[in-house]
């Protein structure tokens, strides 16, 4: 597989793919991604969660990174999760129900119409979600719900630049058992651009996997 992979001709994210994906891996999601718990610790740390802030996990699945986020927020913090799928989400609530986290509201709804609650978030985690990435109104109804200046980080699957194409035939068989569409996997984080100041991109795993860091830009 070459860097020019994924190009914008390729189709979309679909839905309806994904909730049935996800419906067969919500049994197993939690194992499957053991092998990236590095790459969501370091995602997490790029927020710089402070005590009290609000932070949406947006694609949260079956809330892996809550505990995380409850370390950053502290109990006077507040965490919206959002996840389309039914099974994930109802993993996510025994996970909040297990932790006893008073402070996390879980909605299950497609991000794009997603009815986020309480005043404009501090952080915004997108953790291996790249069909929300890839859905421009999805990032922009989730945007308007940062103040400016908050803090925006995006990590998961992309193509390895260059020569690699040994990384990229590994990077394809976990990228179609885990999104819909290829489309953008040579640069992921791209559709946050128009709403962020500078994007600072990390690449791990010989590029095959990235972490994107940046500030929503003021208002005006």
């Given at each position: 597989m ?11 994210p679909?839905?309806?793919?994904a ?5 067969r891996r919500a049994g197993i999601?939690?194992l ?12 997490i ?14 694609g949260?699945?079956?809330?892996l990174s ?5 370390q ?27 932790g006893r ?10 991000a794009?119409?997603?009815r ?7 952080a915004?985690?997108?953790h291996f979600?790249?069909?929300?990435l890839r ?10 719900h ?10 998961g699957?992309k ?7 040994g ?6 068989p976990?990228?179609l ?8 996997l040579?640069a992921?984080?791209s559709g ?6 500078p ?6 795993l010989l590029?095959?996997?990235?972490v ?6 003021p208002?005006?």
């Open positions: 070459s860097s020019k992979a994924g190009k914008a001709t390729e189709p979309g679909d839905r309806r793919a909730l049935a994906q996800y419906r999601y939690d499957e991604l053991a092998l990236f718990e590095p790459i969501r610790r370091k995602a740390a790029q927020l710089a969660l402070q005590p009290g802030d609000v932070v949406l996990d947006v949260c699945g079956t809330g809550l505990e995380l986020l409850e950053g927020i502290g109990p006077k913090g507040a965490i919206i999760g959002i996840e389309q799928s039914p099974e994930m989400i109802e993993r996510a609530r025994e996970r909040v129900a297990q986290w008073s402070n996390v509201t879980l909605v299950c709804s497609p794009e119409t997603a986020i609650p309480g005043r404009h978030a501090d915004v985690l997108f979600t790249h069909d929300i859905r421009p109104e999805a990032v922009a109804h989730v945007m308007r940062l103040k400016p200046g908050a803090r925006v980080v995006a990590s699957l193509w390895a630049g260059g020569w690699t194409v990384v990229n035939l590994l990077v394809l976990a990228a058992h885990s999104v819909t569409s290829l489309a953008g040579r992921p984080w946050l651009a128009a709403f962020t100041g994007l600072h991109v990390q690449t791990m590029g095959g996997v990235y994107a860091s940046a500030r929503v830009a208002h005006g």
